[in-house]
């Protein structure tokens, strides 16, 4: 565990961050959505972190290996990314549909022009 | 046929989805759909009389046994869910042909029943499955589809309230991704009845208590418990009043038995009650938010709008039951969960029917209602006495069990706030009424509502009676549902 082990979850937990702290300061929708793929992104290192172990081999069976890494975690996680990408896609194509109809894709405005928001 | 019931309810919608968003014109898709969601609410029912014989009922997905393979694990609580998710999607379907047609046009129609018809195969994919990353995969197609049928109100709000559910819905998603995850690196598994058997022994562990947390979390904001409901209000609003009336009848409830799962089954209630504050945190959240929400309501000028705000507060009623801790408190959450989608799909689909002649849902459109739409505005008085709990209704039955369940603990603060809840429902119902009944209509010409729009909500209207009065099928159920998640996972 020593060496990459531990920066790993540094680097996820400091994405994590960076991630909501958009989504929550940004005013802008495109932005918002860049800052949830961060969010995102960094779960989807966590999984890939956790199926591997140091010297670890693919899941391949081999008589010299000893050591295999989990496939399982990097199995689900690229439905978790499908699920992702679907979800960005749905939130550009609102956002598309905002700007056509508010003719602006700052929260700010969009707040003034409909108090009820 | 019937060996195969748990995956047909799943996987009827799920292959109609893409026919129906092939079909063409405004009568087919809906004709499909309308088909479609009856078969499912058919097999619904057979399960449940199934797990009504056997306790239990298993199926494994292609013949893998369950640590390999996915299975989908259907007991007395989530039988009963299906039956509430199929049978409001059988009785919004036939409802949304007209609706539909006025509020989102008939050259839409078919991708809008396709989204609805994905809803429903969501929703009851995560009601059925015993897996724990499955219910994830679930979670996200209901909420896509959710996304997408909000922003079809005719409302332009309706885009902003669904970009705002969209960012809040994927983070309650993706915390409990995070949550799925730690608990997989601590067991190696993802079946809920593995991971009851296993979670025990490293139940001290701060991982697993990391993962409890984001799940918890990432689920509440789901079910909209206060102060996680911000969403809420204005995607019910918005929304086609058809997909208010399914959403706000199933979608939260199926969070909410997502959470009765894992805090019950999964990590079992020793360690959500006693090793885990589960129940300081819930509680006062739930009780502020019945409070709140139902006060908030009161002042609300669009009606639509007043029972999204109510929604928050009976979520709150369901979560203190389950907070609890106790099989009387369990017993009284899995009701109300039952009940509440009965009376607020028929109050959602009536305010539907106030829509399609009116024009809107504010409370000057529902000035005169007892004159103009007699029939629309009875079916509210029914479903708003039943959203007050008035003996002989099924928001009786649930209150009268959640104040049982409280008196059993000795809690009477918590009686008398649910009491004041209910005052405070009489309040919000009562002006609607009294606008309908002595208010002037705005224009005495408009007519009752079609009898397309009538028939599904009456027969909503009769459940709600029904299962008010003959209590033994819902309470029964709900109780043998209590005394399983209680044993917790480890029954096999």
Redesign the interface.
């Known amino acids: 565990m020593s060496g990459l082990g531990i920066w790993n979850y540094v680097i996820i937990i400091f994405l994590m961050m960076t991630g909501l702290y958009m989504v929550i300061s940004s005013s802008n929708l495109v932005k918002k959505l860049i800052g949830l793929n961060v969010f995102q992104t960094s779960v989807f290192f966590m999984y890939i972190s956790f199926g591997y172990i140091t010297g670890g081999s693919g899941p391949l069976y081999n008589e010299n290996v000893v050591l295999y890494a989990n496939p399982l975690t990097h199995v689900l996680i690229l439905t978790a990314i499908v699920v992702g990408v679907a979800t960005t896609a749905v939130g550009l194509a609102l956002t598309i549909r905002i700007k056509e109809s508010f003719g602006t894709i700052e929260e700010d405005d969009l707040h003034k022009m409909d108090s009820s928001l | 046929m019937l060996m195969h019931l748990p995956v047909l309810v799943v996987l009827a919608p799920l292959l109609a989805a893409p026919v129906v968003a092939l079909t063409r014109g405004a009568i087919w898709p809906w004709l499909l759909s309308t088909l479609v969601s009856w078969f499912s609410l058919l097999c619904a029912v057979l399960l449940l009389i199934q797990v009504q014989q056997q306790g239990l009922v298993i199926y494994t997905m292609g013949g893998w046994e369950a640590p390999w393979g996915i299975e989908y694990r259907i007991d007395f609580a989530n039988a009963l869910l299906l039956v509430l998710i199929t049978g409001l999607a059988s009785v919004v379907m036939p409802y949304a042909r007209l609706s539909v047609e006025q509020e989102v046009g008939a050259e839409r129609s078919p991708m809008f029943y396709a989204a609805l018809l994905l809803l429903s195969l969501g929703l009851s994919g995560m009601a059925a499955t015993g897996d724990a990353?499955n219910v994830?995969?679930f979670l996200?197609i209901s909420s896509?589809a959710t996304?997408?049928l909000i922003?079809m109100g005719r409302d332009?709000?309706a885009?902003?309230?669904?970009?705002?559910y969209?960012?809040m819905g994927?983070?309650g998603?993706?915390f409990y991704?995070?949550g799925i995850?730690l608990l997989?690196?601590m067991t190696g598994t993802?079946n809920m009845a593995d991971l009851a058997e296993r979670l025990p022994a490293i139940s001290d562990s701060s991982t697993v208590r990391t993962g409890f947390a984001f799940i918890v979390t990432g689920i509440c904001l789901k079910l909209a418990l206060f102060p996680l409901h911000l969403w809420l209000p204005?995607a019910y609003t918005y929304s086609p009043s058809a997909v208010t009336a399914l959403l706000g009848a199933t979608a939260t409830k199926v969070a909410i038995y997502i959470l009765i799962r894992f805090v019950f089954t999964v990590f079992g209630p020793e360690f959500s009650f006693g090793a885990e504050p589960l129940a300081e945190v819930l509680i006062p959240l739930a009780v502020i938010g019945l409070l709140s929400a139902s006060t908030v309501s009161i002042g609300q000028p669009n009606i639509k709008r007043m029972l999204a705000y109510s929604s928050v507060a009976q979520i709150g009623y369901i979560v203190l039951g389950i907070a609890m801790g106790t099989a009387m408190g369990l017993t009284a959450a899995l009701l109300h969960m039952f009940n509440h989608g009965l009376m607020k799909g028929a109050l959602f689909m009536t305010l539907g029917a106030v829509a399609y002649r009116m024009g809107g849902t504010n409370l000057s459109d529902m000035q005169g209602l007892a004159k103009t739409m007699p029939l629309t505005f009875w079916a509210f008085v029914i479903g708003g006495l039943s959203l007050i709990g008035v003996p002989l209704t099924v928001g009786f039955v649930s209150k009268w069990h959640l104040i049982l369940a409280a008196v059993e603990l000795g809690w009477w603060p918590i009686v008398i706030a649910i009491l004041v809840g209910s005052m405070l429902a009489v309040v919000y119902v009562g002006r609607v009424v009294e606008a309908g009944f002595f208010g002037e209509a705005k224009d005495p010409t408009r007519r009752e509502a079609p009898a397309s729009l009538l028939i599904p909500i009456w027969v909503l209207i009769f459940a709600n009676i029904y299962f008010g009065i003959d209590t033994r099928l819902t309470v029964d159920i709900a109780e043998a549902a209590a005394a399983q998640l209680m044993a917790g996972g480890s029954v096999r």
């Open positions: 990353f994830f995969v996200e896509l996304y997408t922003a332009r709000r885009l902003t309230a669904s970009f705002s969209l960012v994927t983070i998603g993706t991704l995070i995850g997989y690196v993802l204005n």
